[in-house]
C-alpha cells in the first residue's frame, strides 16, 4: 500500500467491522466509517499514528441521493509524518446526531458548532453546542438542499433594485 494510505491500512486492521469504504482520488484518502466508532477511531488516528491535527470538519447533505442522507466530514493532518487523511461518517436524517470530536480535539469545538448551525447536525456531549453565525432565533439550517433559496418567510430575490 502507498505511504499515502497508510492510515487506512491501519483503520482496516484495527477496527475491520467498522471501515464501510476506502477510496483514494487525486492521492487523498477517504475512509468512510461507522458513526458508532468514531471517537474511537478518532483518538486511534490522533494517539497511535500522529494525526495530531483537525484541519476541518464539515457535512455533505445528499439529501434523495444516498441512504443516509448527511456524511459528516473529518479532514486530518499528521504534521510529524506529512500526511492527511480524510474520515467521512454517514448520519441519518431521522437521528442527526454523532459524537462530539471535543475531548479529542479542541478545534472540534466551533467547527461542530458550524455544522449544527448550517445543517442541523446534533454532537452528542459538546460543550456548548448552540448556533455560531446565524442569529438563536433563526428557523432552519441554511446548507440543508431543501432550505428555501431566500429564507425563511422572504419574499423572492426580483432583480436588482435601482
Given amino acids: 500500500m502507498a505511504d499515502n494510505n497508510r492510515a487506512a491500512a491501519r483503520l482496516k486492521e484495527q477496527f475491520p467491522s467498522s471501515i464501510l469504504d476506502i477510496t483514494e482520488f487525486r492521492g487523498e484518502t477517504a475512509v468512510t466509517v461507522l458513526s458508532r466508532d468514531i471517537l474511537e477511531i478518532l483518538l486511534f488516528l490522533k494517539k497511535s499514528l500522529r494525526y495530531e491535527m483537525l484541519t476541518d470538519l464539515t457535512a455533505i447533505d445528499y439529501m434523495g441521493k444516498k441512504e443516509e442522507r448527511f456524511m459528516v466530514v473529518y479532514q486530518l493532518t499528521s504534521i510529524s509524518c506529512k500526511e492527511r ?6 448520519v441519518a436524517e431521522d437521528d442527526c446526531t454523532i459524537r462530539s470530536a471535543t475531548a479529542i480535539w479542541q478545534t472540534a469545538n466551533w467547527l461542530e458548532r458550524e455544522v449544527y448551525d448550517l445543517f442541523g447536525i446534533n454532537f452528542e456531549n459538546h460543550p456548548d453546542l448552540q448556533r455560531i ?8 439550517h441554511p446548507l440543508r438542499k431543501d432550505y428555501p433559496l431566500q429564507g425563511p418567510d422572504r419574499e423572492p430575490y426580483k432583480g436588482r433594485l435601482s
Fill in 85 to 90: 487523511v480524510r474520515i467521512k461518517v454517514p
Fill in 133 to 140: 453565525l446565524m442569529t438563536p432565533d433563526w428557523e432552519g
